[in-house]
């Protein structure tokens, strides 16, 4: 036979004013208790947030007194009752409980506050990351991350991309420099993909514009606030565009999270107390040649050619607040891929999308020369013969084209004002944790 289910009638968040003497029947975890002797109050969380329920043991039936008593934190429960305005509870309003069903019981003691008034390390809340989840703050961040991912995709399909999915196991590197995860396949070794580059190169070719979002990963042994090993990126590809194209399709796709974000997620913004606005278009745009100059204003001389560190980038930051891009890297600090310059070789059509001194995206002008394409490989010190499968493609007829890969949750902590990147993923690996 069918097992009888409990059925709510509203969620914790459709509890309001204007249900004034209504009967409610609501389903969820006990996210706290206040015990003031005649009286307890139990604050009800479900996954649209949280709502009063007041229990007046004189007005209940022994039964369900003898219940309450024996209710702990994140309980799972099923609750009846009539909503009562009552100004000094949360949202103005309280259900007066009639009835009460313990579904499943938590461990007692729970080994965290999900409350947050016991604070906790980053290391103890990822540690129980599914008992930190239930924390209303923290839940709000990936809640604004459903938002940005939709935002994303209906982003991509106003503007004629097409989603795409391209392999996690590969042969080869697609970036020279970045480290790789080697991995046991049957009786040989493949790769775990850093980046879908190559292949979405290729998939111009077919579709002209596409787009994947999806997990990649890179053996950093950097072990900072902002590098993880396995990370989410936002990547897209366009055939007859150059870097300033997909420039402007970035900085689009940035304003539109922004509205999208802040139309469907006041709530959670709120929770995380951020006045977020919409940015101003077009964002500003400084050369490798401008920034360096800005650092030997500010005392800090780099050598031409050199990558930006992060001292350099928090002295950036300090100037630039906001949404800015730094255009025209040295062609020898960029991947193989990347366009050199026509009138100046040393330089590249690429560019980095920051924010403050934060790097969230890196893209450019691709190659779309095969000889071209074959001598920046053999610069790089890497292995014609190892892209052989991509460089095939060139023959069939490859337009200019060019892209971008953005860093969903470097975004995620500009968005939610974190400054650790471990606090916008669910489960985060780096070279330190692999579990839970």
């Known amino acids: 036979m069918r097992r009888s289910l409990p059925r709510r009638s509203h969620y914790a968040s459709e509890v309001k004013p204007e249900l004034d003497n209504s009967h409610v029947s609501l389903i969820g975890w006990v996210h706290e208790i206040r015990d003031l002797g005649g009286i307890k109050f139990i604050l009800l969380r479900d996954v649209s947030g949280i709502c009063q329920v007041t229990a007046r043991k004189e007005n209940l039936p022994v039964e369900i007194s003898r219940k309450l008593e024996d209710i702990g934190v994140e309980d799972v429960v099923y609750v009846e009752g009539v909503v009562k305005n009552q100004p000094k509870a949360r949202l103005g309003v309280e259900v007066v409980l009639e009835k009460i069903d313990v579904l499943s019981r938590a461990s007692r003691p729970l080994p965290y506050d999900v409350t947050g008034k016991v604070p906790a390390g980053i290391d103890t ?4 990351r599914i008992l930190d989840l239930r924390n209303p703050e923290n839940n709000a961040v990936f809640k604004i991350a459903d938002t940005v991912l939709a935002a994303a995709r209906e982003f991509f399909r106003m503007n004629n991309f097409i989603e795409v999915r391209t392999p996690r196991i590969i042969a080869t590197a697609t970036e020279g420099g970045a480290a790789l995860f080697e991995v046991k396949y049957f009786d040989g070794k493949a790769y775990l993909a850093q980046s879908p580059q190559l292949y979405k190169e290729e998939l111009v070719t077919v579709f002209e514009r596409v787009f994947e979002i999806g997990p990649f990963f890179r053996a950093e042994e950097s072990h900072t606030r902002r590098h993880v090993s396995e990370f989410t990126s936002i990547d897209i590809e366009a055939a007859f565009l150059d870097l300033y194209g997909v420039m402007e399709i970035l900085e689009r796709l940035i304003v539109h999270i922004h509205r999208r974000v802040i139309e469907e997620r006041r709530r959670e913004l709120e929770l995380l107390n951020i006045d977020l606005s919409i940015p101003e278009l077009p964002f500003p745009r400084y050369t490798y040649d401008d920034m360096l100059r800005e650092l030997e204003d500010s005392g800090l001389e780099l050598e031409w050619g050199e990558d ?10 300090e100037k630039h607040k906001e949404y800015y891009f730094i255009t025209h890297f040295p062609t020898k600090s960029k991947p193989f891929y990347i366009q050199p310059c026509e009138d100046n070789p040393e330089i590249s059509e690429s560019f980095d999308l920051m924010y403050s001194w934060l790097e969230l995206a890196s893209g450019g002008t691709r190659i779309s ?12 010190g890497l292995n014609v013969k190892a892209f052989e499968h991509h460089l095939k493609v060139y023959d069939y007829g490859m337009p200019i084209h060019a892209g971008w890969g953005l860093g969903l949750e470097r975004l995620l902590m500009v968005l939610t004002n974190k400054s650790n990147i471990r606090e916008v993923i669910l489960f985060p690996r780096d070279k330190f944790r692999l579990t839970p």
Do not use: Y
């Open 308 to 317: 930006f560190g992060t001292e350099h980038l928090r002295i950036l930051g």
């Open 369 to 380: 020369d095969r000889k071209l394409l074959e001598k920046r490989l053999i610069e790089q």
């Open 125 to 128: 809340r990822l540690d129980h």
